[in-house]
Structures are given as C-alpha cells and as structure tokens.
T-cell receptor, first 114, second 109 residues
C-alpha cells in the first residue's frame, strides 16, 4: 500500500459527459501527477501539480484539466468525454526534490466511456 | 519527439537472470527509473539512476549509460512472482515523466 487513494475505482460515462476523478496524496508529498494508461500500454503523462500550480503538461487537449488543493489532494476533470478516453487513470504523488523522484501510485480509476 | 524503447515481451525460467533494455530520446534528462506493474495493480517504483553505472537493490540492479541514452534492469534469481510488466521512465526538462510501453516478463517453472 502506497498511501495514495483514488476515487471512484470504476466509472461508466457516455460520450459528451464530464467526469471528475479524485486523488489523495501520500502524507508529506507536495507533488501529484496524473497519467492515462490504456490496456497494454505504459502510463501517459497528463500533467503534474506542485504546490497547487500546474508545472508540467503532456500532449493532452485542454478538456483535460486539474486542480491541487492546499492539502495536496488533487482532481482530474475531463470534459466532453470521447470513446478514446476509456482507460485507467492513475495519480502518483511524490516529494519533489533533487532525489530520485520516486512516485507512489494510487490504485487507479477505471473509466469506461460508452 | 520523445520516446523510450523497450522489448515488448521477455520469457525466462525460474532461478534465471533476465535483462530488460531501455533506450531513450528525450528533451533533457533527469534520471531513468524503473517500475513494476502486476496485472490489475498500480506501478511500483523499483530503482533509479541519475549517473552512469550500476545501482543494486537486492535481486534487482539497474544500469545507466547517459552517453548511449541506454539503461537496463537486471533481475536475478527469478521467481514466479516477478511475472509482471516492467516500465522504464525518464524525467525530462519540463517536469514530465515519460514512460516506455512496457516489457511483459513471463517467468516459467
């Protein structure tokens, strides 16, 4: 167990809807990253938040947005859902410093878009 | 573009040694990490190399050559529980962590 929790564990939505996924970081971690993982693929970096500011973003459209709160928990919002958004969404917390950037992953949210 | 290349699949027998290679092409480099992911589970951190050379952690070792943009993960004394997917990942200059597509390791009895 990493101490990183995500909710919900599973979610079914229809095309065009909006979804909010939540993540609670491991205690003491100030950085959270979100990833999308399609079946049989590696995690794809969506964005990273450090002390409530987005400080890195992958190749995802603006309809993917996020927030980090003062307690370092985080949300991922996806608007105008498309079928290709069906995937496992992982959040990972870390303590940003000059060290190994070891990321602690939560169990993920499995999103299905119909 | 940015990319990490690793073999898609490796098979080995219990007790053997296996090496999983990773070559990378990224904008900036702040270290190569390795993660393990069992089916249905989340990735878990295995090792990290920022400088050239070998890092050893129990049965797992990881190597990095920055001049060759190359690294590998070495798993010794393979056990059935080591059957999983293994990902190399690079942290780039833009605070992004780029993952490879993963190597699926099958350990046979």
């Amino acid at each position: 167990e990493t101490g990183v929790t995500q909710s919900p564990t599973h979610l079914i939505k229809t095309r065009g809807q909006q979804v909010t996924l939540r993540c609670s970081s491991q205690s003491g971690h100030n950085t959270v990253s979100w990833y999308q993982q399609a079946l049989g693929q590696g995690p794809q970096f969506i964005f990273q938040y450090y002390r409530e500011e987005e400080n890195g973003r992958g190749n995802f459209p603006p309809r993917f947005s996020g927030l980090q709160f003062p307690n370092y928990s985080s949300e991922l919002n996806v608007n105008a859902l498309e079928l290709d958004d069906s995937a496992l969404y992982l959040c990972a917390s870390s303590l940003t410093d000059n060290g190994p950037n070891e990321q602690f992953f939560g169990p993920g949210t499995r999103l299905t878009v119909l | 573009g940015q990319s990490l290349e690793q073999p898609s699949e490796v098979t080995a027998v219990e007790g053997a040694i296996v090496q999983i290679n990773c070559t990378y092409q990224t904008s900036g480099f702040y270290g190569l990490s390795w993660y393990q992911q069992h089916d249905g589970g989340a990735p878990t951190f295995l090792s990290y190399n920022a400088l050239d050379g070998l890092e050893e952690t129990g049965r797992f070792s990881s190597f990095l050559s920055r001049s060759d943009s190359y690294g590998y993960l070495l798993l010794q004394e393979l056990q059935m529980k080591d059957s999983a997917s293994y990902f190399c990942a690079v942290r780039d200059a833009g605070f992004k962590t780029i993952f490879g597509a993963g190597t699926r390791l099958f350990v046979k009895a």
